[in-house]
């Protein structure tokens, strides 16, 4: 069955870095588009941005130039780099399967299959 388990979550102060991670498992993932999601508190998830089958990327405004997607197709592995972090980039982090394989929105109805999260605290 589809699987997706996040890491590398953790706390950190402003300005600085962190890398994600997201092993997937249970369905042929190098044909799918991938999705990243965060949730703060009392907010709504939101897309950070995903990337398709050839590593082609899109991110949320609020990100760019700070996030980079990534994936090892050998390893089934997705990573979220994350650099000049800021308090606002606080928040629980998701990485996603959409229900359509070639799905790259903002919409996180459009997703089937999500991991338990990773905490990312900026401070």
């Known amino acids: 069955h589809v699987q997706l388990v996040e890491s590398g979550g953790g706390s950190v102060q402003v300005g600085g870095s962190l890398t994600l991670s997201c092993k997937v498992s249970g369905w042929t993932y190098r044909r799918y588009w991938m999705g990243w999601f965060r949730q703060a508190p009392g907010k709504e998830r939101e897309g950070v941005g995903c990337?398709?089958?050839?590593?082609?990327?899109r991110y949320t405004d609020s990100v760019k130039d700070r996030f980079t997607i990534s994936k090892d197709n050998a390893k089934n592995i997705l990573y979220l780099q994350m650099s000049s972090l800021k308090s606002e980039d606080t928040a629980m982090y998701y990485c996603a399967k959409p229900r359509s394989s070639n799905y790259c929105g903002r919409s996180s109805q459009a997703y089937d299959g999500w991991g338990q999260g990773t905490q990312v605290t900026v401070s």
């Open positions: 990337i398709d089958t050839g590593g082609n990327t």
